[in-house]
């Protein structure tokens, strides 16, 4: 199984990027997806996930609003939108899938599958 997460990158606050997460190695619609990040100095924290079908999504709050999280899985492909970076932000994103719902995948540590980090950056 493999999650590549790419699409990180140093832009100014304000300013938006947009994260890939491609899939191989699994059946990609039986699996949530879902965004994780690690901020410098701190533990990982749950940012995003999404629903196998797409049609439930769970946020952390420091987020809602600003970062949408969606899914292709003709693509195999998932995103997070992000928008209106803030200094924050900055952080290493892994992308992960995990059979269990949403909510469930937000409050666990224990996630089946981790991808690599992508790193975004955002100057003040």
């Known amino acids: 199984v493999q999650l590549q997460a790419y699409g990180g990158g140093l832009v100014q606050a304000g300013m938006s990027l947009r994260l890939s997460c491609a899939a191989s190695?699994?059946?990609?619609?039986?699996?949530?997806m879902a965004w994780f990040r690690r901020i410098p100095g701190k533990d990982r924290e749950f940012v995003a996930a999404i629903s196998r079908g797409g049609l439930n999504t769970h946020y952390a709050d420091s987020v809602k609003g600003r970062l949408t999280i969606s899914r292709d899985n003709a693509k195999n492909t998932g995103y997070l939108q992000m928008n209106d970076l803030k200094p924050e932000d900055t952080a290493l994103y892994y992308c992960?899938?995990?059979?269990?719902?949403?909510?469930?995948?937000?409050?666990?540590?224990?996630?089946?599958?981790w991808g690599q980090g992508t790193l975004v950056t955002v100057s003040s």
């Open positions: 992960a899938a995990d059979p269990r719902g949403p909510t469930a995948v937000s409050g666990s540590p224990h996630i089946r599958y």
């Open positions: 190695g699994l059946h990609f619609s039986a699996y949530t």
